[in-house]
Every structure is written in C-alpha cells, then in structure tokens.
C-alpha cells in the first residue's frame, strides 16, 4: 500500500526541458528508502514503456536507450519523492508518464510494480 503522485507534466517546445515529481506516501521512511522507483510512459494504443529506473539500495540508476543521456532520474529520500529531469525534449517524448514503485527491482523493471501512479501527460510540441 503505497500511493503515489505525479505531478510536473505540461507543454514544452522541443528542445526544452521538464521536470517531472513523484511524492510516495503510505509506508515508512524506512520501507520507501527500500523501494525501487522509476517512470514509464505510455500513448494511446502502444504498450506502455520503460523510462527510467533508480534502485532503492545502491542508488544504481538504469535508463532506456532513447532517453539516456537526456533524462535523469534521481530520489530524495527525506522527500520521498523521486524526480525525473527531461532534457531535449523531442515530439517523440510526448506520453502520459507514469511513476511506479516496488521492493523488488526485478518486478518493477519489467513493469510490473506494486504501486503505480495516475499518470502526468507530457506534450512536446514541434
């Protein structure tokens, strides 16, 4: 039982930048810090895609080849929010992306977590 909430999605020209927030509640800090988080995105009619990934141990972060090098995830504990800074934002980005939580990197990194959020659309217009 963990909730999260997205928040950051907008409008923005190619070749801007965004930065998106998921704020985690529900669990102790002390099971969050636990957790691995990360985004996917998702449009109509296409299966919903792997972004970005932060463990909740190492820190080890894990990114899909079409956003690395542009994207940035990062966590703040003390928050418990994780972040995901887009950078050179191309049409292609736009998606409704979403925030996803799990214990187990595994389940989450197949796209499989135990919590997800609702959902922050982010268009990028040419």
């Known amino acids: 039982q963990v909730q999260l909430v997205e928040s950051g999605g907008g409008l923005v020209q190619a070749g801007g930048s965004l930065r998106l927030s998921c704020a985690a509640s529900?669990?102790?800090?002390?099971?969050?810090?636990?957790?691995?988080m990360g985004w996917f995105r998702q449009v109509p009619g296409k299966e919903r895609e792997f972004v970005a990934a932060?463990?909740?141990?190492?820190?080890?972060?894990d990114y899909a080849d079409s956003v690395k090098g542009r994207f940035t995830i990062s966590r703040d504990n003390a928050k418990k929010t994780i972040y995901l800074q887009m950078n050179s934002l191309k049409p292609e980005d736009t998606a409704v992306y979403y925030c996803?939580?799990?214990?187990?990197?595994?389940?989450?990194?197949?796209?499989?977590?135990?919590?997800w959020g609702q959902g922050t659309l982010v268009t990028v217009s040419s």
């Open positions: 996803a939580a799990d214990n187990i990197y595994s389940d989450l990194r197949r796209g499989a977590p135990d919590a």
């Open positions: 932060i463990s909740g141990s190492s820190g080890r972060t």
């Open positions: 529900g669990r102790p800090f002390i099971i969050y810090a636990m957790y691995s």
